[in-house]
């Protein structure tokens, strides 16, 4: 009875509940195009009940009155809203948020900022935070060249006070470097694509042997030196090819372009992609090929990728990448000054090769769950050999200039000496997670992110005697030369932890603060053997024995940086930021045996750091980015001559690098006669200097750093009507040193002829026409326009050693057809 009582009281109370509560509906919109707005919190003051908006704007609350409701609407990057409603009308409330001013989604910049090539990243883009950086952004299919010449002068002009080695390989091999950091193969940047890391060995040997082709990419990324917070520690920052997404719109898309040049040049690109319900796929494939502008300079590539994404819900996708790549290229060989005054076009190196297989697979998740919250994980490896094969002179005769050995051969016409065989394996994954978490403290946004990465690598390096002959035969002969110098055989586990922290402190409606940390373990360890031979002056043996070299370096250490902000304006922003920089040294390097210089056994890793402080914005059809920047470089690593007559790659000491930055750019429109035109111009200007403030060598202190030319200017006239597109591009950069020492060119015959000594400045005219349709493009480029013969590399290994010259005045032909 009592059971029945109490059961049938709760039924009474519950069925009563029911009857007193309703549904109450509405919907968000945005006030600036009235688009929905998904994940909006909708808080009830009086029943404290919070509820989200779905994908098209909707939002439900369950009310147990029919009295007025105070509700509280928030969503960052709006502004924060507050109203009264009475549930007794029977509408369909809409409420509508206006844009918050000091934080914008990246896809709203990114709309105003369409007819730019150039921009800059946004504070918060994805799950990556960006704020108070000097961060540059090119989108290609802006840009009013062959992309298929690959030609990284005019491809790079409006990112600031990049330095660029340019040979004549098809830009196979990308060479940048910024602010006195060294070109060669970009080692100075952590280079990635779509977010994971494509270069050899992060820590062990961070070259990169690929690059993705310019056809392929939406855009390129560049954050200055404050990304060693969230991409790692080195001094050059972020280089990031973010490449083409899928279309949306249809299930098959197909782009073909071609393009053909001086030299031989040929590059062939095809594109497909689409999106079918949750699935998307793109895929491409590019082959190169090219003869060059010297004798012994043929190259060839093919270069694939595929692209699977699967929307598992709004919130929610999975990605899948796969990248192939493989070049052969002969590589000519470098010069010495008097060769390259005499003849820039000769070569003297028939049988030198360099060969490139690389592989990347990355498997990506992204998960929005919550309106604050926002998780990106990846899983990325790379499986990639990298091996080159030449005459470089021979390895005993240090008191010879190896551009100027002979590499001789017998009455039959045989080659007298074996090639020097070095051969690259690199077998690497790792995974990186990131947490972005979206709240509020009071009025004022915050944005928090958390993240941890885990590289692995295991790495093998071995040097030895090639054959004799002329062909691309990458086999080792060190059987048969047993008295080879140069041979050793190494494997590099390297290991590395990293814990970072980025987090925006919003103040107001102008200022923003961002402190940073990363906590880094890196063990870096090789286990391996090597053939120690020394001979006398004249080159005769005096000692031969095969030593075990096996070490392990472990570090633990914690960098920290903070950014400012002040917006005084929607278009306008002031920054400052200064950061922790810290460049491990590379055991590969160490034990590679190079005719040109020695290692000091006691050479050790690099620390420093980097700050900038600029102004950036637009104005209607003026956009600009002007910066000051420094950098303190300790331990800087360079090579001078020793008491021996030795080149010696040592720790030189402290150096100091500033200078100033300006990019600047107008669009116009122009009439002549009754014909109306669009015309922009932009400038970009680097003015760099350096010092050498500490060093243990007496005739360094003092001396201007290496690779850093004071005056770095590039500018280009764009001219369009209608369909056609004209481009006008001038670049000119200053003398720069090559070595520590400032040297001069030194004398003919000199045994470091070719191999020290400033590069000289020079100036470069380009130019580009097209004419563009939605289906088509076609295009001529001319490249050099005043034939300046001039170099932009003295190498001290290959493709060298020697300086290697540019292309003298080229064209190139293109055609773009779009299915």
């Known amino acids: 009875m009592i059971r029945s009582t109490v059961y049938s009281l709760l039924c009474f109370l519950w069925i009563g509940t029911i009857e007193a509560q309703t549904s109450f509906k509405g919907r968000v919109l945005s006030a600036t195009d009235s688009l929905p ?90 799950a990556e935070i960006y704020a108070s950086k000097k961060t540059e952004v090119l989108r290609l299919a802006a840009l009013n060249l062959d992309l298929g010449a690959n030609k990284p002068r005019q491809i790079y002009a409006q990112i600031s006070g990049l330095n660029i080695y340019e040979g004549s390989d098809g830009g196979l091999q990308l060479n940048v470097g910024g602010r006195g950091l060294d070109p060669n193969r970009s080692s100075n940047f952590n280079v990635r694509q779509n977010g994971y890391d494509i270069s050899a060995d992060v820590l062990g040997y961070p070259e990169s042997y690929y690059t993705p082709p310019p056809e392929a990419i939406a855009e390129i990324q ?88 699967y929307k598992i819900s709004p919130s929610q996708s999975l990605n899948a990448e796969l990248s192939l790549f493989n070049s052969l290229a002969q590589q000519a060989g470098g010069l010495s000054d008097s060769q390259f005054d005499l003849n820039p076009q000769q ?104 993240g941890l990465k885990y590289y692995h690598a295991q790495n093998q390096s071995r040097q030895g005697a090639g054959s004799r002959a002329s062909d691309p035969d990458f086999s080792f002969y060190n059987e048969r ?125 690099e620390k420093g750091f980097s700050s900038d402080l600029g102004l950036r914005g637009s104005k209607g059809v003026f956009q600009f980015d002007l910066s000051v920047f420094s950098m303190l470089y300790a331990n800087r690593i360079g090579i001078i001559l020793n008491d021996r007559a030795q080149r010696v790659r040592k720790n030189m000491g402290t150096a100091f690098i500033y200078g100033l930055e300006l990019f600047a750019k107008a669009s116009l429109p122009m009439q002549a006669k009754t014909r109306k035109y669009n015309a922009s111009i932009f400038v970009n200007l680097a003015l760099t200097d350096s010092r050498y403030l500490q060093s243990e060598e007496s005739n360094v202190i003092g001396n201007r750093l290496e690779f850093i030319p004071r005056l770095n200017f590039k500018s280009g006239l764009d001219i369009s009507r209608k369909a056609w597109h004209a481009n006008f591009q001038f670049s000119a950069l200053s003398e720069q040193f090559t ?63 020697g300086i290697i010259p540019s292309d003298p005045r080229n064209w190139s032909f293109f055609a773009v057809l779009n299915l």
């Open 222 to 309: 560049v954050v200055k030196g404050a990304a060693s917070l969230q991409y790692g520690t080195q001094f050059g920052g972020l280089l990031q090819f973010k490449l083409a997404e899928a279309p949306e719109d249809t299930a098959l898309a197909i782009q073909l372009r071609q393009s053909y040049g001086s030299f031989g040049r040929l590059s062939s690109f095809i594109k497909v992609g689409g999106t079918k319900g949750r699935w998307s796929y793109l895929s491409y494939f590019n082959y190169k090929q090219g003869a060059g502008w010297r004798a012994n300079s043929d190259y060839q590539a093919n270069n694939f990728f595929a692209n699977i994404s």
């Open 481 to 605: 030369h047993q008295d080879y110098p140069s041979q050793s055989e190494f494997v590099f586990p390297n290991r590395n932890w990293a814990l970072f922290s980025e987090h925006i402190w919003f103040l107001g409606d102008k200022w923003s603060i961002t402190p940073g940390l990363r906590a880094e373990y890196i063990s870096t360890a090789s286990a391996g053997s090597y053939l120690d031979m020394r001979f006398d002056n004249a080159g005769n043996l005096i000692f031969s024995d095969t030593l075990r070299d096996d070490r392990k370096l472990e570090r633990a250490f914690v960098i920290a940086g903070l950014g400012v902000s002040y917006r005084p304006s929607e278009e306008i922003e002031g920054f400052f930021n200064i950061s922790q920089n810290y460049r491990s040294v590379t055991f590969s390097d160490i034990r590679t045996v190079n005719p040109t210089f020695v290692i000091d056994p006691e050479i050790s890793d």
């Open 37 to 126: 707005l998904a994940g909006v919190e909708v808080y009830d003051f009086k029943s404290e009940q919070l509820s989200l908006s779905d994908s098209a704007g909707y939002f439900q609350l369950s009310i147990t009155t029919r009295s007025e409701l105070k509700l509280g609407f928030f969503l960052l990057g709006f502004e924060s809203s507050e109203m009264i409603w009475n549930p007794k009308e029977d509408v369909l409330a809409v409420v509508y948020l206006e844009e918050q001013q000091q934080l914008l989604e990246a896809v709203t910049v990114s709309a105003r900022a369409k007819s730019y090539e150039r921009r800059s990243l946004n504070a918060v883009e994805g």
């Open 739 to 801: 070595d520590v020492e400032n040297s001069s060119r030194p004398e003919e015959g000199d045994l470091r002829e070719g191999l020290i000594g400033p590069i000289p400045a020079y100036a470069i005219w380009d130019f580009s026409l097209s004419y563009r349709k939605p289906k088509y493009e076609l295009g001529l480029s001319l490249n050099n326009l005043a034939n300046r013969i001039y170099f932009t590399r003295r190498a001290t290994g290959y493709p060298g050693p």
């Open 347 to 450: 070569s003297s190196r028939s049988r030198n090769w360099f060969k490139v297989n690389w592989q990347l697979y990355a498997l990506k998740h992204s998960w929005k769950w919550s309106a604050k919250d926002e998780l990106f994980s990846q899983v990325f490896a790379l499986s990639a050999k990298r091996q080159a094969l030449g005459f470089r002179g021979l390895p005993q005769n240090f008191n010879q200039n190896p551009i100027l050995s002979i590499d001789e051969q017998d009455a039959d016409g045989n080659f007298l000496y074996p090639r020097d065989l070095m051969r690259g394996v690199f077998s690497n994954w790792g995974m990186e997670t990131k947490w972005l978490r979206k709240y509020r403290k009071g009025d004022d946004a915050r944005v928090f992110l958390l």
